[in-house]
């Protein structure tokens, strides 16, 4: 296998997980050295899972108050441009929850777009060149496009022409690796949000159509309630599908809807083992 880098992508309900998972045990299958990372990893190489950001002047507020956690905060920061990084989840049980809240507002996901883009762009770009020095495969599950859309779009209202271009920054990263892109897509996009949200927890599904209606894209159109996030999931597929036009690695999409794990595996077989050589647009 020529590639060092498997990208799942789809939006949520559509089997980007299970496809994952398919994935690692069809390289596993075929003697393939691989390494699977799904959403909300926190040692996830390339995005920033529950990791905030610091300027120097605001890093050293943040020891001066909590100076009785600062062997923790040490342990698990690293500099990063004129600041640091904090892996916070990581800190452990014994940290006070104003601290978190204090922390979360610097998350790498709440920052300015701009400050995001920068700082997830520059991470890709040191993961791109550690994995071409080895011969694993990685798996990433949805931070490719999904991430850059949902901040960008979503969160902030950008327009289509910033995160695409933030999309296009992350490709042009990993075009070292070889990357393939395997894109789930679905009939039904009513029936596979709704099946999410019966299969998942009720703090999942309130979280998630807040995030979706309560600020910019959701605002900006008067959205609410599950009707107004399946709008917003219809946007953000259209989004998508011009991300996916522009790019110019190797890409499949496969049709899930039919939810059967058999057939989606031979189908992940014929993509990744048995006609590997596919391009993507040149």
Not at 200 to 222: A, V
Not at 238 to 250: F, G, H, T, V
Request: charged share 30%.
């Amino acid at each position: 296998m020529d590639t060092k880098l498997i990208l799942i992508e789809g939006l949520p309900g559509s089997g980007k997980s299970t496809t994952a998972r398919l994935v690692q045990e069809v390289l596993m299958q075929n003697g393939i050295e691989s390494e699977l990372f799904c959403e909300g990893d926190l040692n996830h190489p390339a995005d920033y899972e529950s990791v905030a950001y610091f300027e120097n002047d605001q890093w050293h507020r943040l020891l001066e108050d909590y100076s009785a956690f600062r062997d923790q905060i040490f342990e698990n920061c690293i500099p990063e441009g004129n600041g640091y990084l904090l892996r916070y989840k990581k800190l452990g049980p014994d940290i006070p929850d104003i601290f978190y809240e204090k922390v979360y507002k610097n998350d790498i996901y709440e920052l300015p777009l701009d400050q995001n883009m920068k700082l997830i762009i520059n991470n890709w770009e040191r993961f791109s060149k550690r994995a071409a020095r080895g011969k694993k495969v990685h798996i990433f599950e949805c931070c490719f496009i999904q991430n850059p859309v949902t901040v960008g779009m979503i969160k902030y209202g950008a327009p289509l022409t910033k995160v695409r271009n933030y999309v296009l920054a992350l490709e042009k990263s990993v075009k070292i690796l070889n990357p393939i892109l395997i894109y789930i897509s679905q009939d039904n996009l009513d029936f596979s949000f709704k099946k999410a949200i019966k299969e998942r927890p009720q703090s999942w599904s309130d979280g998630f159509i807040h995030y979706y209606t309560d600020q910019g894209y959701g605002k900006k159109n008067l959205l609410s309630g599950a009707e107004g996030t399946l709008k917003a999931l219809k946007a953000r597929r259209q989004a998508e599908e011009e991300i996916l036009k522009e790019l110019s690695i190797r890409k499949a999409v496969i049709n899930n809807s039919a939810f059967d794990a058999n057939s989606h595996k031979a189908a992940l077989e014929k993509l990744l083992i048995n006609h590997p050589e596919k391009k993507g647009k040149n």
